[in-house]
């Protein structure tokens, strides 16, 4: 059996309702609380790891470059896992490490078509030199190629301080050069740039450092003013000298021409 609602019960509860919307629409919004990014949590690697870094060299090709080691950090080693997922393609390589990497690099200098894989660690000794172990990997296999080192001048004005980066695919190494030996040595002000690249699987080194303009200007600076002017000067002087003199000497061999040709001239008469 239906109950039948009377028209007032009706209306009234229809009032009650519209009356507590408008209410509802009334009242200020609550307003939502934005907590603010925390810092980036770097990522703990489990141990014996200290390092990875992953570079994508290309769409589906993956390098996951680790170290590890146990004890202290000046020696290790490195792991590179290469992973070509489009060709199905897995490879490890690894190696001995001196220092702690400082950065892993991705290039191609030779252009064709092969990534490198440079590694940079920081040896701790008296000038903190650089190592570089690089890769150059061909149908996922890498093959190891031997970073020069500094020729024996450079080494005398080397005390470490290297900053590497890559520019137009060649690898661009910068360092402070120093004056002196030892303890004693000072910064000199100028910076030895180096340029890397590879040909035939070697390492090819261009030294691109600036002129050094204090030379330039001291050598310049050393040379009176106006030495060039003088010096034309002088040249002019005997150019001039011996032009008289020239003249003199015709005009004079003219005037005995002259004589001679009177004194035959009286003879005949």
């Known amino acids: 059996m239906v109950r039948k609602i009377s028209p007032d019960l009706f209306y009234m509860a229809l009032v009650t309702v519209c009356l507590a919307a ?18 980036a949590v770097k990522a703990i690697l489990p141990q014996p790891f200290r390092y990875h870094k992953l570079i994508e060299s290309s769409p589906g ?21 290469h992973s070509d997922s489009t060709g ?48 150059e990997f061909k149908g996922g ?3 190891k190629i031997d970073f020069p080192k500094l020729s024996t001048n450079t080494k005398k004005t080397y005390r470490g301080g290297d900053v590497f980066s890559i520019k137009e695919g060649n690898l661009v190494r910068q360092f402070p050069v120093y004056d002196g030996n030892g303890p004693d040595a000072k910064p ?8 890397y690249g590879i040909s035939d699987n070697t390492f090819t080194v261009k030294d691109i450092s ?60």
Not at 188 to 195: A, H, N, P, R, V
């Open 188 to 195: 000199t002000g100028k910076t030895k740039i180096l340029q």
């Open 141 to 143: 296999k890498g093959q």
């Open 22 to 39: 408008i209410s509802a629409c009334k009242q200020p919004a609550q307003q939502q609380t934005v907590t603010p990014p925390g810092p």
């Open 61 to 81: 090709k993956y390098f996951d470059v680790y170290t590890w080691g146990r004890g202290k950090d000046s020696s290790g080693a490195y792991l590179i896992l």
């Open 210 to 269: 600036p002129v050094d303009s204090t030379k330039t200007s001291t050598s310049s600076a050393s040379k009176p003013a106006g030495t060039t002017a003088v010096s034309a000067k002088s040249n002019d002087k005997p150019a001039s000298s011996e032009k008289h003199t020239e003249s003199k000497k015709k005009k004079k061999k003219t005037e005995e021409h002259t004589r001679k040709k009177k004194k035959h001239h009286r003879s005949e008469e």
């Open 88 to 135: 199905s393609h897995y490879s490890t390589t690894y190696g001995d490490l001196e220092g702690s990497v400082i950065d892993v690099y991705n290039t191609d200098m030779n252009m064709d078509g092969n990534p490198e894989i440079l590694i940079e660690s920081k040896a701790k000794d008296t000038t903190n030199h650089i190592n570089i172990y690089a890769y």
